[in-house]
């Protein structure tokens, strides 16, 4: 099964930015939506971000709308959630998972998804 790693995250200050990184190694990456989600201490974990496979369709969490972007590369088998304009409350643990089955649409069902990557931390200072 596919591998996922997360890395980027760290501390900024709000209205900092930080660019999170989602690598896979195998060979299916490229025909699988991706989501991302966080889950803050003492909360649930929650979507924030899909990708289609192929890259050109993405969709966001109203909480991050506008402030967050999404790529994905195919060539390099990595998926990138660019976060702008960052808030105290998006301080969480940030993972990337793929989607359960290949060429299908991203969804915000966690469950939908097979294989996660580890986590990264987030912490945004105010």
């Known amino acids: 099964q596919e591998q996922l790693v997360e890395s980027g995250g760290g501390l900024v200050q709000a209205g900092g930015s930080l660019r999170l990184s989602c690598a896979a190694s195998g060979d299916t990456f490229r025909l699988r939506a991706v989501g991302w989600f966080r889950q803050a201490p003492g909360k649930e974990r929650e979507y924030v971000a899909a990708i289609s496979y192929g890259g050109g369709r993405t969709d966001f969490a109203g909480s991050v709308e506008g402030r967050f972007a999404l790529s994905k590369d195919n060539a390099k088998n990595t998926v990138y959630l660019q976060m702008n304009d960052l808030k105290p409350e998006d301080t969480a643990t940030y993972y990337c998972?793929?989607?359960?089955?290949?060429?299908?649409?991203?969804?915000?069902?966690?469950?939908?998804?097979?294989?996660w990557g580890q986590g990264t931390q987030v912490t945004v200072s105010s």
């Open positions: 998972a793929r989607r359960r089955g290949i060429m299908l649409s991203p969804t915000n069902q966690s469950g939908d998804y097979d294989s």
